[in-house]
């Protein structure tokens, strides 16, 4: 029996434990990945994976229960279970309904047809092709691993909703040691839906070139303050803490969201355009329904700089008094397994961030003095205030238009909401991470501090 009969199995199963409505989330992926440890392929592997997430309402009571399903019994195991924790669970004071059935607005997402056939000798290929790309230049590579995915999912419920996405993702993370009295380190990640755009000679190339580049970078002595350009990499993972939290209706009805009381205000430079584009054929996420079978849409939360929309799931969208705008999302962009375990988030699908005309290059050139951050440590940002304070692993000091030394375990200090206003320029790099397609982006009013 198939996961989308084992799914109607579940809901039936709900309704006869007292449910009122019932949402059943089903999986059903192929996952083929290539593990790399101290420059050797060591784990080559494909895995298909199926299971349930089922939700349940008993009048405003929600719950959810999760299971990997190989049988019916299965399937009716986590709706039994789910019926029971509705029955401990708070009463919400809005939510007592599942969408309903509603026409997609967006085309469904293209599908690599190679990843869907794909022979796992293809990618064991590939990353001998990045792993010798980085060892010919005197480079380990002590991890990595490349992995690809189809999957299709499928929500349904008891309002007669039954909606299936198909997608394909790709995702690549490499680590690269650079040996010496002072080792450098090198990381490098790719996630899309194409299989093409995994070229595995300049990864293994730019990961040797930032870990023999961070080996001969020096402490900072001093500090800098100047402007300072972020790699696409690590400023998807700061605006993914501060502008994508801010933007979810979640964080707004909890009073969380620095933004909440900003609609129709400004919360960024004038250069600053971001759409939420569910349709954009780079994003590992894009789809004509969220994971909740709501039609998505193409919003423009941020427009010249002023804000115009926050991004809602059916719960959210309940307690706003606003129509859910298709950002209920399960699925993630670097693994497919295990995907119906998953809480339901509100969250973006694609955040894209317009690019402006001109390369790294040439805005390097333009500087008088700056620095150009390539990776941090871990780039988190405060969700609440902005603030963060990141230590530098790669970074490139600028002074008269050139690169004058690299720089690593200095401090770049500032807040990323206030940064999102003293944009200097916005580059024409742009690169798919995680749910976010954006480019560099230099700023003012950061810092680069010295352990010096």
Request: aromatic content about 6%; some cysteine.
């Amino acid at each position: 029996m198939d996961i989308i009969e084992m799914a109607r199995r579940a809901l039936e199963t709900a309704v006869r434990e007292g449910a009122t409505q019932a949402e059943a989330f089903a999986v059903d992926s192929v996952t083929r990945s290539v593990y790399v440890d101290d420059d050797r392929i060591k784990i080559v592997e494909e895995k298909e994976d199926q299971g349930l997430a089922v939700r349940v309402l008993k009048g405003r009571k929600l719950a959810q229960a999760s299971s990997a399903c190989a049988s019916v019994e299965d399937a009716e195991a986590c709706a039994r279970t789910a019926a029971s924790l509705a029955d401990r669970s708070p009463s919400s004071r809005t939510y007592d309904r599942f969408p309903s059935p509603a026409k997609a607005v967006l085309a469904a997402a293209p599908r690599d047809k190679r990843i869907e056939h794909l022979d796992v000798g293809e990618l064991v290929e590939l990353v001998k092709s990045t792993v010798g790309a980085a060892t010919d230049r005197g480079v380990k590579v002590p991890r990595g691993v490349l992995r690809a995915a189809s999957t299709t999912t499928t929500v349904m419920n008891t309002n007669d909703l039954e909606v299936t996405n198909l997608g394909t993702l790709v995702f690549a993370g490499y680590d690269a040691m650079a040996p010496g009295a002072s080792p450098g380190e090198g990381v490098g990640n790719l996630n899309s839906p194409w299989l093409k755009d995994y070229d595995p000679v300049r990864m293994g190339g730019d990961i040797a070139r930032q870990a023999l580049q961070a080996r001969e970078a020096k402490a900072l002595e001093g500090s800098i303050k100047a402007p300072v350009m972020i790699a696409p990499g690590e400023l998807g993972e700061m605006l993914s803490y501060s502008a994508a939290f801010a933007l979810s209706a979640e964080s707004v009805n909890k009073k969380r969201s620095p933004w909440a009381a900003k609609l129709g205000e400004s919360v960024a430079s004038a250069a600053i355009d971001i759409v939420d584009d569910p349709s954009d054929p780079r994003g590992a996420l894009s789809a004509a329904y969220d994971d909740e079978g709501v039609p998505t849409t193409v919003k423009k939360v941020v427009e010249n700089g002023v804000l115009r929309t926050f991004l809602y799931d059916s719960y959210n969208s309940s307690v706003a008094a606003m129509p859910p705008s298709g950002n209920g999302m399960r699925r993630g962009t670097h693994d497919a397994l295990f995907m119906f375990q998953n809480s339901l988030a509100c969250r973006p699908v694609n955040l894209v961030l317009k690019p402006g005309r001109r390369g790294p290059e040439e805005i390097i050139a333009s500087m008088d003095e700056g620095v150009v951050v390539e990776k941090f440590a871990f780039p988190t940002v405060n969700p609440y205030t902005g603030a963060f304070a990141l230590e530098t692993r790669l970074a490139h000091v600028v002074r008269r238009g050139s690169i004058e030394g690299q720089i690593k375990h200095a401090l770049i200090v500032g807040n990323m909401y206030e940064g999102l206003k003293n944009v200097v320029e916005i580059a024409n790099d742009s690169r798919t991470v995680g749910d976010m397609i954006l480019p560099s982006v230099a700023f003012n009013g950061f810092e680069a501090v010295g352990s010096k």
